[in-house]
């Protein structure tokens, strides 16, 4: 496996590949739920070759959120990358990314993206959809993996990708989770015992909203009253527990299980005070047979 840190190295390495190439996004500190994304690459698209990128990009990041608290393992990164058959990673540099000689060139994001995540987080869309096509430019995939887990940003990257014609496959990878249904992530490090099980109330929440849908429940409101009270029940402090539209991510006035996601971010707080804002999600047709990942 090869380490590349700047953009020479990244362009002749890919010049030299032969085949299909796939993108892994990532910010590091990698834990199952990304390695499943180098599975699903050449699972579900066969391509020959899997290249991780590894950068923690600031630009997604507004004040006073955790960019200097998050975990940073390029080690340990890099042997999870090798041990799961990946043929690079590419973990460049700030300067590397965004090469302060350059004017900067915003991306603005699409409409799906104004809400939820993005209200509460005004300029983080706008620094993802900048550094994925940054990434996409300097990489040339034929696919690109994006996580069910931050399902707006999957619908964001869909639709900007669409809407500019990017000539890439994005394959989507299923959520991983914790036996309890915790979907992983790499700010769960940062819960202390007692928040990480209190923690596992927001999938609780999630298949609760699912199981009152598959009930033929239909008012939205009550779907997402039930999902606040649980989270307040374990001692969480919901951002949002909503229920939209599951391309729009709109507001939908009665309850279509089979086009309907469950959408929660709750802070965890834990003992010393510090608080963790996970979030999750679950198409509300995942209490029936035939639901989606």
């Not at 279509?256 to 996601?261: G, I, K, L, S």
Request: charged residues 20%; proline residues 8%.
């Amino acid at each position: 496996m090869k380490l590349l840190h700047t953009a020479e190295e990244l362009g002749n390495f890919r010049d030299a590949l032969q085949g299909t190439v796939a993108l892994v996004p990532t910010m590091g500190a990698l834990h199952d739920g990304h390695i499943a994304h180098l599975g699903a690459a050449r699972a579900v698209a066969g391509v020959d070759h899997t290249l991780v990128s590894v950068f923690l990009n600031p630009t997604q990041f507004g004040p006073g959120e955790d960019l200097g608290r998050y975990p940073r393992t390029l080690a340990q990164d890099l042997e999870r990358c090798a041990a799961a058959g990946a043929a690079a990673v590419y973990a460049p540099t700030v300067d590397d990314v965004y090469p302060p000689s350059l004017p900067p060139c915003p991306v603005g994001p699409p409409a799906v993206a104004h809400d939820l995540e993005g209200a509460r987080r005004p300029d983080h869309f706008a620094g993802v959809c900048r550094v994925v096509m940054k990434l996409l430019q300097r990489v040339r995939p034929d696919v690109v993996t994006f996580g069910r887990k931050d399902y707006q940003q999957l619908c964001v990257v869909q639709a900007m990708i669409q809407d500019l014609f990017v000539p890439v496959r994005i394959v989507e990878v299923p959520t991983v989770r914790e036996p309890d249904g915790l979907a992983m992530s790499s700010r769960n490090r940062h819960l202390d015992p007692d928040a990480r099980r209190r923690a596992s109330a927001i999938h609780k929440a999630l298949r609760a909203a699912a199981e009152l849908a598959a009930r033929g429940e239909t008012d939205p409101h009550a779907v997402e009253s039930a999902m606040t009270d649980l989270l307040h029940a374990h001692g969480l402090e919901a951002d949002y527990a909503v229920v939209r539209h599951d391309q729009s991510l709109t507001r939908v006035d009665a309850l279509d299980p089979a086009r309907c996601v469950a959408l929660i971010a709750a802070h965890a707080v834990n003992t010393d005070g510090s608080r963790v804002r996970l979030i999750d999600n679950l198409p509300l047709d995942a209490a029936t047979p035939s639901a989606r990942a």
